[in-house]
């Protein structure tokens, strides 16, 4: 796929967009925007309006250009078909019948970007209604945007214009294999969750969240759990929502209100969770096998093409220094990379499950294919 990465902004972003899509074989283009650009701003919706092909993309905390993460700037990626782009608005007041909003059959993959500060039922609806729609006919892959400092400022982008609190899709008739692992492990648990809302745990075994969940880092680790250091100690230890079969799907939690914590994500109530913990050479390790599997995927095994990844912006803060080498694990020398560090991930993991995720590497092998 072609790509550009560009730091400027009004004329000049909008001559170096046009020049992408004057290129041969691009369609439409998937643009993934760093808080550095102001997508706000007139020149910016001026800009996507005069585009002539369909354009979707969103605002994330950094992008990733030829496996280098990037805190600045704008990467387009140029889509050899033309994508179907749909948008599903007000998605906090969004009920459980979101189909009818989606496209119908017949497209491959899809990319899918949402606002991370919504109503965390919100994209739990979304998901349901892409899985209903769907089931595995559809290969997904995307995330979500928005910025690390939350706000309800608009991250969502289309050819008409800036959108928030709202869902952006783009269906393309095109061959992806899709690797998702975390390398997270259990450390305690599990407790059903017996009181709930959206993302904020209020009882855990019918006990004040907060309470067991400090308790079981302070009995199972050497790390203390202070409410005023809720948010630097909890992104070592994120919840896992249990599976049967597979890695569990991990929540990370944020923030804490009197004995309430709050996740990125739904948490139903009723399911069982545990607490989880890593280190650098798990989560490493992880990333490394969800590239190998994307590879390997039967439409993808001998082809060439691209490397989208979605990565979540809280592994990098968690691995900190080490974090270039989880890149360098992704990292394929015939496939270039590209991608953004997401606040959660969105994708199908193999197993027919479409999830959204925390704390976990999503790697597509985008097919040059078309």
């Not at 906090?92 to 497209?107: T, V």
């Not at 100690?233 to 919840?239: I, K, L």
């Not at 989560?283 to 979540?312: H, K, M, N, R, W």
Request: with cysteine; net charge negative.
């Amino acid at each position: 796929m072609e790509l550009a990465y560009s730091s400027a902004s009004g004329d000049a972003l909008r001559d170096e967009l046009t020049s992408l899509i004057s290129q041969e074989r691009v369609e439409g283009l998937l643009v993934l925007a760093t808080p550095s650009v102001d997508i706000t701003a007139d020149s910016f919706e001026t800009t996507l309006e005069s585009l002539s092909v369909p354009v979707c993309g969103g605002l994330f905390p950094q992008v990733i250009v030829d496996g280098e993460p990037r805190a600045s700037g704008l990467l387009a990626i140029g889509l050899p078909t033309s994508p179907t782009v749909t948008v599903v608005s007000e998605l906090s007041e969004a009920d459980d019948d979101l189909d009818a909003s989606l496209p119908a059959e017949g497209s491959e993959a899809a990319f899918v970007f949402v606002d991370a500060h919504a109503d965390a039922d919100g994209v739990g609806s979304l998901i349901d209604a892409l899985f209903r729609t769907y089931s595995v006919g559809l290969s997904v892959v995307g995330g979500g945007a928005g910025r690390l400092d939350g706000g309800d400022e608009p991250c969502l982008f289309t050819g008409d214009g800036v959108i928030e609190d709202a869902a952006v899709m783009a269906a393309v008739d095109q061959p992806i294999g899709i690797g998702v692992r975390h390398g997270w492990n259990e450390v305690a648990g599990p407790f059903r969750v017996t009181d709930a809302d959206h993302g904020t745990i209020r009882e855990l075994d019918g006990e004040p969240a907060f309470e067991v969940y400090q308790e079981a880092i302070e009995t199972n680790t050497d790390t203390a759990l202070r409410r005023e250091q809720f948010f630097e100690t909890a992104t070592a230890y994120p919840f896992g929502i249990s599976r049967l079969d597979g890695e569990p799907i991990v929540r990370d939690p944020f923030a804490v209100d009197s004995d309430a914590i709050s996740c990125f994500g739904p948490v139903p109530e009723g399911e069982f969770v545990t607490v989880l913990a890593g280190d650098p050479d798990s989560l490493i390790g992880a990333a490394e096998q969800a590239a190998e599997t994307a590879l390997t995927e039967e439409p993808i095994a001998d082809s060439t093409g691209t490397l989208c990844v979605f990565d979540c912006i809280s592994r990098q803060l968690y691995l900190d220094e080490t974090f270039d080498q989880e890149v360098a694990a992704i990292n394929d020398d015939s496939w270039p990379m590209v991608g953004a560090l997401t606040i959660g991930e969105i994708a199908n993991d193999g197993t027919g499950h479409l999830d959204y995720y925390n704390k976990t590497a999503v790697v597509a092998a985008v097919s040059d294919n078309a």
